[in-house]
Protein backbone atom coordinates (compact mmCIF):
# COMPACT_ATOMS: atom_id res chain seq x y z
CA UNK A 1 0.00 0.00 0.00
CA UNK A 2 1.35 3.54 -0.03
CA UNK A 3 3.05 4.60 2.70
CA UNK A 4 2.24 8.21 4.06
CA UNK A 5 4.28 10.62 6.05
CA UNK A 6 8.27 10.99 5.68
CA UNK A 7 10.42 8.34 6.77
CA UNK A 8 13.21 9.76 9.15
CA UNK A 9 16.72 8.24 8.43
CA UNK A 10 17.05 5.92 12.19
CA UNK A 11 19.75 5.16 14.22
CA UNK A 12 19.82 3.24 16.93
CA UNK A 13 22.83 2.80 19.07
CA UNK A 14 24.14 1.50 22.42
CA UNK A 15 24.24 3.78 25.61
CA UNK A 16 27.99 5.15 25.98
CA UNK A 17 29.08 4.52 22.12
CA UNK A 18 29.40 7.35 20.06
CA UNK A 19 26.80 8.32 17.30
CA UNK A 20 27.65 9.88 13.69
CA UNK A 21 24.46 11.64 12.05
CA UNK A 22 25.18 13.02 8.70
CA UNK A 23 23.32 15.57 6.45
CA UNK A 24 23.94 16.65 2.90
CA UNK A 25 23.20 20.44 2.70
CA UNK A 26 22.25 21.60 -1.53
CA UNK A 27 23.10 25.17 -1.21
CA UNK A 28 26.87 26.05 -2.15
CA UNK A 29 25.95 29.78 -0.93
CA UNK A 30 25.19 28.20 2.71
CA UNK A 31 27.67 30.22 5.06
CA UNK A 32 26.36 29.14 8.02
CA UNK A 33 25.32 25.62 9.94
CA UNK A 34 22.97 24.57 12.55
CA UNK A 35 22.31 21.29 14.22
CA UNK A 36 19.07 20.88 16.32
CA UNK A 37 17.83 18.27 18.63
CA UNK A 38 13.97 17.94 18.95
CA UNK A 39 12.42 15.62 21.86
CA UNK A 40 9.30 14.03 21.42
CA UNK A 41 6.53 16.78 22.25
CA UNK A 42 9.02 19.80 22.21
CA UNK A 43 10.40 22.27 20.10
CA UNK A 44 13.82 21.87 18.28
CA UNK A 45 16.32 23.19 20.38
CA UNK A 46 19.89 24.32 19.44
CA UNK A 47 23.17 22.42 19.84
CA UNK A 48 25.67 23.51 17.98
CA UNK A 49 26.40 25.38 14.77
CA UNK A 50 29.48 25.79 12.71
CA UNK A 51 30.25 28.89 10.00
CA UNK A 52 31.97 28.26 6.82
CA UNK A 53 35.34 29.32 7.50
CA UNK A 54 35.64 26.57 10.22
CA UNK A 55 35.44 23.08 9.15
CA UNK A 56 35.27 21.57 12.97
CA UNK A 57 33.63 22.79 16.06
CA UNK A 58 33.45 21.32 18.99
CA UNK A 59 30.99 21.47 22.24
CA UNK A 60 30.37 19.67 25.62
CA UNK A 61 30.42 15.92 23.79
CA UNK A 62 29.17 17.03 20.44
CA UNK A 63 31.26 18.04 17.77
CA UNK A 64 30.33 18.99 14.20
CA UNK A 65 32.01 18.72 11.23
CA UNK A 66 31.68 20.35 7.85
CA UNK A 67 32.91 18.97 4.34
CA UNK A 68 32.15 22.18 2.19
CA UNK A 69 33.36 20.31 -1.18
CA UNK A 70 31.29 17.21 -0.50
CA UNK A 71 28.53 19.81 0.74
CA UNK A 72 28.24 17.25 4.01
CA UNK A 73 27.71 18.54 7.81
CA UNK A 74 27.92 16.05 9.86
CA UNK A 75 26.86 15.77 13.93
CA UNK A 76 28.96 13.12 16.70
CA UNK A 77 27.69 12.80 20.23
CA UNK A 78 30.77 11.38 22.47
CA UNK A 79 29.23 8.52 25.07
CA UNK A 80 25.41 9.05 23.98
CA UNK A 81 23.27 8.65 26.89
CA UNK A 82 19.39 7.69 26.70
CA UNK A 83 18.80 11.73 26.72
CA UNK A 84 20.11 11.86 23.59
CA UNK A 85 17.29 10.18 22.05
CA UNK A 86 15.59 12.37 20.07
CA UNK A 87 15.18 13.60 15.82
CA UNK A 88 18.22 15.62 14.62
CA UNK A 89 17.94 18.14 12.01
CA UNK A 90 20.47 20.00 10.55
CA UNK A 91 19.58 23.72 9.22
CA UNK A 92 21.49 25.71 6.53
CA UNK A 93 21.21 29.48 6.10
CA UNK A 94 22.20 31.55 3.02
CA UNK A 95 21.76 34.83 3.94
CA UNK A 96 17.66 35.36 4.75
CA UNK A 97 17.41 31.85 3.68
CA UNK A 98 16.91 29.48 6.67
CA UNK A 99 16.55 25.82 5.37
CA UNK A 100 15.82 22.22 7.96
CA UNK A 101 16.46 19.03 6.83
CA UNK A 102 14.01 16.06 7.52
CA UNK A 103 15.82 15.12 10.49
CA UNK A 104 17.33 11.78 11.56
CA UNK A 105 15.74 9.82 14.57
CA UNK A 106 18.17 8.53 17.45
CA UNK A 107 17.49 5.84 19.29
CA UNK A 108 19.78 5.08 22.58
CA UNK A 109 19.49 1.48 23.69
CA UNK A 110 19.80 1.34 27.55
CA UNK B 1 15.51 34.48 30.17
CA UNK B 2 11.99 33.00 29.59
CA UNK B 3 12.71 31.83 25.50
CA UNK B 4 10.53 32.50 23.05
CA UNK B 5 6.63 32.00 24.66
CA UNK B 6 3.99 30.74 22.47
CA UNK B 7 0.07 30.14 23.32
CA UNK B 8 -2.23 28.59 23.66
CA UNK B 9 0.17 25.09 23.69
CA UNK B 10 -2.77 22.74 22.84
CA UNK B 11 -5.93 24.06 20.89
CA UNK B 12 -8.33 21.70 19.97
CA UNK B 13 -11.50 23.58 17.33
CA UNK B 14 -14.25 22.48 14.98
CA UNK B 15 -13.77 23.17 11.53
CA UNK B 16 -15.12 26.62 10.43
CA UNK B 17 -13.80 27.72 13.61
CA UNK B 18 -11.22 31.07 13.73
CA UNK B 19 -8.22 30.12 15.64
CA UNK B 20 -4.99 32.94 16.77
CA UNK B 21 -1.86 31.35 17.93
CA UNK B 22 -0.12 33.51 19.73
CA UNK B 23 4.13 34.04 20.13
CA UNK B 24 6.39 36.50 22.38
CA UNK B 25 9.72 36.16 20.93
CA UNK B 26 13.30 36.31 22.88
CA UNK B 27 13.52 39.96 24.10
CA UNK B 28 15.84 41.82 21.50
CA UNK B 29 15.72 39.17 18.80
CA UNK B 30 14.71 41.04 15.83
CA UNK B 31 13.33 38.32 13.12
CA UNK B 32 10.40 36.22 14.22
CA UNK B 33 9.76 32.87 12.19
CA UNK B 34 6.52 30.93 12.11
CA UNK B 35 6.64 27.45 11.20
CA UNK B 36 4.59 24.29 10.97
CA UNK B 37 5.23 20.71 11.21
CA UNK B 38 3.64 17.53 10.22
CA UNK B 39 4.24 14.04 9.90
CA UNK B 40 3.68 14.42 6.39
CA UNK B 41 5.74 17.84 4.84
CA UNK B 42 8.48 17.76 8.28
CA UNK B 43 9.18 21.16 9.55
CA UNK B 44 7.89 24.13 6.78
CA UNK B 45 8.77 27.70 7.04
CA UNK B 46 5.80 30.06 6.78
CA UNK B 47 6.43 33.59 6.90
CA UNK B 48 9.24 35.16 8.69
CA UNK B 49 9.35 39.02 10.11
CA UNK B 50 12.51 41.31 10.11
CA UNK B 51 11.89 44.24 12.10
CA UNK B 52 8.46 43.49 12.34
CA UNK B 53 7.89 43.53 8.89
CA UNK B 54 6.53 40.43 6.70
CA UNK B 55 9.75 39.56 5.00
CA UNK B 56 8.46 35.98 3.07
CA UNK B 57 5.54 35.18 3.41
CA UNK B 58 5.94 32.23 0.29
CA UNK B 59 5.36 29.61 2.32
CA UNK B 60 1.69 30.44 4.08
CA UNK B 61 -0.86 27.74 3.15
CA UNK B 62 -3.38 29.76 1.27
CA UNK B 63 -5.77 33.01 2.20
CA UNK B 64 -6.97 31.13 5.04
CA UNK B 65 -3.80 32.37 6.71
CA UNK B 66 -2.57 35.73 7.77
CA UNK B 67 0.05 36.55 10.31
CA UNK B 68 0.91 40.18 11.86
CA UNK B 69 3.65 41.48 14.23
CA UNK B 70 2.45 44.65 15.38
CA UNK B 71 5.27 45.40 17.27
CA UNK B 72 8.51 43.73 18.36
CA UNK B 73 8.01 41.62 21.35
CA UNK B 74 4.39 39.73 19.78
CA UNK B 75 3.28 38.04 16.98
CA UNK B 76 0.21 36.18 15.80
CA UNK B 77 -0.68 33.32 13.44
CA UNK B 78 -4.84 33.33 12.31
CA UNK B 79 -6.12 30.58 10.66
CA UNK B 80 -9.84 31.42 9.20
CA UNK B 81 -11.80 29.26 8.53
CA UNK B 82 -9.62 26.22 9.61
CA UNK B 83 -9.81 22.56 8.20
CA UNK B 84 -8.74 19.64 9.58
CA UNK B 85 -5.92 19.50 7.07
CA UNK B 86 -4.54 22.63 9.26
CA UNK B 87 -4.25 19.90 12.29
CA UNK B 88 -0.52 20.55 12.86
CA UNK B 89 2.30 21.78 15.65
CA UNK B 90 2.89 25.27 14.78
CA UNK B 91 6.33 26.78 15.84
CA UNK B 92 7.43 30.28 16.35
CA UNK B 93 11.16 31.40 16.67
CA UNK B 94 13.07 33.97 17.05
CA UNK B 95 16.78 35.22 16.36
CA UNK B 96 18.91 38.03 16.79
CA UNK B 97 20.81 39.34 13.16
CA UNK B 98 21.00 37.79 10.19
CA UNK B 99 22.96 35.13 10.61
CA UNK B 100 22.50 33.76 14.24
CA UNK B 101 20.35 30.69 15.29
CA UNK B 102 16.96 30.46 15.44
CA UNK B 103 15.62 29.83 18.85
CA UNK B 104 12.16 28.13 18.76
CA UNK B 105 9.22 27.66 21.37
CA UNK B 106 7.63 25.13 22.68
CA UNK B 107 4.58 24.91 19.92
CA UNK B 108 1.14 24.79 19.57
CA UNK B 109 -0.48 21.73 19.00
CA UNK B 110 -3.56 22.51 17.01
CA UNK B 111 -6.73 19.36 16.20
CA UNK B 112 -9.19 20.62 13.83
CA UNK B 113 -11.95 18.38 14.05
Given at each position: ????????????V?EG???????????????????????????????????????????????????????????????TQPGDSA???????????????????LTVIP | ?????????????????????????????????????????????????????????????????????????????????????????????????????????????????
Open positions: GESVGLHLPTLSQDNSIINCAYSNSASDYFIWYKQESGKGPQFIIDIRSNMDKRQGQRVTVLLNKTVKHLSLQIAAVYFCAEVAGNQFYFGTGTS | DAGVIQSPRHEVTEMGQEVTLRCKPISGHNSLFWYRQTMMRGLELLIYFNNNVPIDDSGMPEDRFSAKMPNASFSTLKIQPSEPRDSAVYFCASRFGSTDTQYFGPGTRLTVL
